[in-house]
């Protein structure tokens, strides 16, 4: 199976690390050698169809900035769309910067590789946020898979469990806590009685929130992971302007006081009703198994017959969505012989 790696940041070079150390097991075990032929960054790209070494990719990104220095086979040449289509790897591993506004360059990215017969595995939340039915549709079209796993709960497989462990039974509702950065602050705020700036600022020290915060905090990043379960879970048509969202900015250290009184605490909860779905800030029951302290994410599944079940796992990390990810291409190979 060979694959182009779009992104070569923190998700890019986990993945690299790990299919270059699982390469035998992977083998022996389902049968494929997964190899990377083609990776780009923001600087440029480098390609061999033999397979790179990934050793000395990661040497020459750690050394230089850019794969684009890799001997001989690296070039000045990011433009992703255009390479993707003219590659004949069969899968495209998606990892590019999450945007809410346009979804660039990821979105043309999945679209190019869509459109050109290959499969594709996404870590970058922004396409799906946006686009997802019509990304789906396009998947279907073409008769190639469209998958991200990593896209919600890191390598804890919430999607999976929902799709795949429930045969038969009727989800009815979803909701729980798919950010760690903002669970985190929360978890602070409540602990040690920090302001929301003071919280944050020691989230970002820790490697825990990006410098520009907004996409968690504001609450975005939790909505798009509620638009790709609402789609993919529950068939529902959602993109990321039908939700209602409020993030966490205004929480103040005496709301969670407040709620710490009725034995509950502030958590941001993203929601799945019947026909609606929403972001916001709620006082949780601490006896509720939702209710889980620092970076960890929850999600409670109401189903018709079995009740409520609880997932519980950390949500996010290089590693961790990297193994979400190799179990992507690992369904594709089970599903397609690439
Ligand atoms: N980190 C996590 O724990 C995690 C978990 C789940 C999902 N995700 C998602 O996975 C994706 C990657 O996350 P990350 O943490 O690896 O981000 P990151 O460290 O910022 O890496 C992003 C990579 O994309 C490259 N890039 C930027 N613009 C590009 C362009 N126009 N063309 C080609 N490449 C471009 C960057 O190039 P340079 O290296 O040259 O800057 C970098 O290699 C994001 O969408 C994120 O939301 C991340």
């Given at each position: 199976m060979r694959i182009i790696l779009a992104g070569f940041g923190t998700v890019g070079q986990a993945l690299a690390q790990v299919l270059h150390q699982d390469a035998d097991r992977i083998t022996q075990a389902y049968g494929f050698r997964p190899q990377i032929t083609t990776i780009v960054d923001s600087q440029g790209s480098c390609s061999d169809d033999a397979g790179l070494d990934i050793s000395l990719v990661l040497k020459t990104k750690k050394e230089y900035g850019t794969v684009a220095r890799y001997p001989r086979k690296g070039r000045r040449n990011n433009d992703s769309a255009h390479i993707i289509t003219n590659s004949e790897a069969e899968v495209v591993v998606e990892t590019t910067p999450t945007n809410f506004k346009d979804a660039e360059p990821g979105l043309s990215n999945i679209k190019a590789a869509l459109a050109n017969g290959k499969h594709v595995v996404t870590a970058n939340k922004g396409p799906?946020?946006?686009?997802?039915?019509?990304?789906?549709?396009?998947?279907?079209?073409?008769?190639?898979?469209?998958?991200?796993?990593?896209?919600v709960?890191?390598?804890?497989?919430?999607?999976?469990?929902?799709?795949?462990?429930?045969?038969?039974?009727r989800i009815i509702r979803v909701r729980g806590i798919l950010n760690g950065t903002t669970n985190y602050i929360l978890t602070r705020m409540e602990t040690a009685s920090l302001?929301?700036?003071?919280?944050?600022?020691?989230?970002?020290?820790?490697?825990?929130?990006?410098?520009?915060?907004?996409?968690?905090?504001?609450?975005?990043?939790?909505?798009?992971?509620?638009?790709?379960?609402?789609?993919?879970?529950l068939k529902k048509r959602y993109s990321l302007r039908d939700l209602d969202i409020t993030g966490i900015t205004k929480i103040t250290p005496q709301k969670l006081k407040q709620a710490k009184a009725s034995n509950a605490k502030v958590k941001l909860i993203g929601r799945i009703e019947e026909s609606s779905a929403s972001v916001?800030?709620?006082?949780?029951?601490?006896?509720?198994?939702?209710?889980?302290?620092?970076?960890?994410?929850?999600?409670?599944?109401?189903?018709?017959?079995?009740?409520?079940?609880?997932?519980?796992?950390?949500?996010?990390?290089?590693?961790r969505t990297a193994s979400a990810i190799v179990r992507d291409l690992v369904s594709i190979r089970q599903e397609y012989a690439t």
């Open positions: 799906l946020a946006l686009a997802m039915p019509a990304l789906l549709e396009l998947a279907n079209h073409r008769n190639r898979q469209l998958r991200f796993s990593g896209t709960g890191g390598g804890t497989p919430f999607l999976d469990f929902a799709a795949k462990c429930m045969p038969g039974e302001t929301f700036e003071k919280a944050l600022a020691e989230a970002q020290r820790k490697g825990y929130a990006e410098k520009d915060p907004t996409n968690d905090v504001e609450g975005f990043d939790t909505a798009a992971k509620i638009v790709i379960i609402a789609n993919w879970v916001a800030p709620e006082q949780i029951p601490m006896a509720d198994p939702t209710c889980v302290p620092d970076t960890l994410n929850a999600l409670t599944f109401t189903t018709e017959h079995a009740g409520d079940i609880t997932l519980i796992g950390p949500g996010a990390g290089g590693e």
